[in-house]
């Protein structure tokens, strides 16, 4: 098992971060090694983490198909190849090897239509039309307005949000036309109350690989407090770098990690706070957070966090704050994209998920099926025309 999963981190080192690793010897030691390059292969994140899942239940012999065959269909399966969700072994075998499931089932096709359908829709009109903005304020303009500070980092909010919710529904909705179910690995996350809840409702799956096995490995919270402060902020200073080799994925990941431990301290005192308060709290600590998440550099973060708290820039030149009056003009954008952008921010927290909408779509009176089948149709048309004629961007989630 130890060889095997050295034999997948060193892949996943070598292909992900030995440019990281030059560029960190570089700026020390002030040497000029030449980066090398290397073509980062599709999914190594998630392949590679499942493939130690996979050793590891094998050691604690929790699974028994050990053919190559049941081994490689485990690791490959594509509808979660590329951006997972992380599958455990046993949630998903049985399920390739029940009788039920080897033949076309077509109400899990339409379901599986639907769903895809909502995560496409989710990808092309919502997440690449704020991709655009986040671009705009985090990559080309030189300095920000505070307005448009919290614009830019409130469009990568609402990006990454629907470009991995948008995945997530896609890979399921895929699945399902073969019968297959995959875990659940989004759950309305700008819902959350706390930062607890929202690890419990994003990326669901890496939560429960890392919980599963780094964190109880490490002896969870069965020694003693500071060990378990210590192990919570390592798995998030992990998490953070697994994301990518840059020390800003790093800095997300720890302030995660400090954010959990300091709501670990407040839930002993027993003090609480009311659902908007604690909601607000959480949702801005979040969209903070994703500015360092989204930027290129620590200089890119610092542009966007200065406009946002009207800090002065990195060249001591202070922002303005109220200015209304043309506050999105650098965005060729109007005032009304910035509402916008709040309502479907809001409804995040208030609307159902993807997945009780389908079903209930799903469960529609047979004499509106056709209807909905018709919508549906027209829908994937519109989809299709769109990613054609206007340019999109890759899942934000394909570059780990």
């Known amino acids: 098992m130890s060889f095997g999963i050295a034999l997948n981190v060193l892949a996943l080192g070598y292909f992900k971060y030995t440019d990281f690793l030059i560029d960190n010897v570089n700026a020390i030691f002030h040497t000029k090694a030449p980066r090398m390059n290397i073509a980062l292969p599709l999914a190594i994140s998630f392949f590679t983490f499942q493939q130690i899942a996979y050793l590891v239940d094998c050691y604690k012999r929790l699974v028994k198909d050990y ?82 500070g919290w614009f830019s980092s409130l469009s990568y909010t609402a990006q990454i949000y629907f470009d991995f919710s948008g995945y997530c529904d896609m890979a399921t909705g895929c699945a399902r036309m073969f019968n297959i179910c995959l875990p659940i690995n989004f759950n309305s996350p700008y819902k959350a109350l706390n930062i607890q809840d929202f690890w419990r409702r994003w990326h669901i799956t890496l939560s429960r690989f890392l919980r599963d096995y780094l964190y109880i490995p490490l002896g969870g919270s069965r020694k003693g407090e500071l060990r378990t402060y210590v192990n919570i902020f390592l798995i998030f200073f992990i998490g953070g770098l697994w994301h990518g080799a840059a020390w800003t994925f790093v800095a997300w990941g720890c302030l995660h990690g400090l954010a959990n431990m300091v709501y670990r301290l407040w839930k002993k005192t027993g003090c609480t706070l009311n659902k908007f308060a ?51 003009k650098p965005f060729h954008a109007k005032p009304k994209m ?54 999109y961007s890759e899942f934000i989630y394909f570059n780990f």
């Open 278 to 328: 604690a909601w607000f709290i959480t949702f801005n600590f979040i969209n903070v957070t994703w500015v360092f998440f989204r930027a290129k550099s620590f200089a890119a973060a610092q542009k966007v966090l200065s406009a946002m708290f009207c800090l002065p820039s990195a060249d001591g030149s202070a922002k303005p704050v109220w200015k209304l009056k043309g506050f999105l």
């Open 338 to 391: 910035f509402i916008t952008l709040l309502i479907i921010i809001a409804l995040c927290t208030v609307l159902p998920n993807a997945a009780d909408i389908s079903n209930r779509l799903l469960n529609v009176p047979d004499n509106r099926k056709r209807c909905l089948a018709f919508a549906l149709a027209v829908l994937s048309l519109f989809l299709l025309a769109k990613m054609i004629v206007v340019p």
């Open 67 to 148: 053919d190559f065959l049941s081994y490689a269909l485990f690791v490959s399966f594509f509808p979660q190849l590329i951006a997972g969700p992380i599958v455990a072994h046993y949630e998903m075998m049985p399920q390739f090897i029940k009788k039920s499931n080897l033949v076309k089932n077509y109400r899990n096709i339409f379901h599986g239509i639907i769903l895809f359908n909502i995560g496409l829709f989710k990808k092309v009109v919502i997440a690449d039309t704020f991709a655009r903005y986040a671009t705009i304020g985090f990559d080309d303009l030189p300095s920000l307005t505070f307005w448009g």
